[in-house]
């Protein structure tokens, strides 16, 4: 059992990934879904009075793909400043999942005859903007990583600074103990000379007396 679980342990590291991937796209693909709902609503009024209606489609498409075009990138970036991530699986992993998710509501509500209807070119078209999003997506996870990559050097360059600080602190401590014992030591020895010498003088009027003291 023992010598099996560093067989199993790359394969656990790779499931957790895939998971936190798919876990990634299916959030980036709701908030996104909000966002675009709140936005649509806004501007539907301002988009309906222009005048092209390309220019209308082109808005239109923007605010759909809104989770893969801005909100997948913006998580993507979040989640490489934290875990170390490879930009295109990362990216297109979690894009697919949530196009995936897109594909499938689709299909359970309008077949293959909604896809139809809709045409090659606006087809083409949206998946020209979902390889846009994986692009940008990919871009946020190296400039996630490459953020993560300053902070960590500037977090290492602090410590040093500190670690400097503090062993100079401990070396100014040193000297300064060993200024003070050095100054207990020489107190220390004037007190003995001092007494020292002060023990002989009141030894030699005791002396002088015992001798001026008439014998009996």
Sequence with gaps: MNSSKPLLEPLRVRIRRFQFIVGLGFLALILGSILSVGLS???????????????????????????????????????????????????????????????????VQDGVDGWVERGWIVIGLEWAVFALGVWLGQLAVKRGRVAATTREAQVRERASVRADEYAEFLREAERAGEKIAQRDEAKASEVAETAGASAPESSEPATGEKSKTPAA
């Design 41 to 107: 609503q806004r501007l539907a009024g301002r988009v309906q009075a222009l005048p092209f209606d390309w220019l209308r489609f082109a808005i239109g498409l923007g605010v759909q793909k809104l989770w893969v075009l801005a909100v997948l990138p913006g998580l993507c970036y979040g989640a490489a400043r934290v875990i170390d991530l490879r930009a295109l699986p990362t990216a297109l992993g979690a894009a697919v999942s949530g196009q995936v998710f897109i594909l499938a509501l689709e299909f």
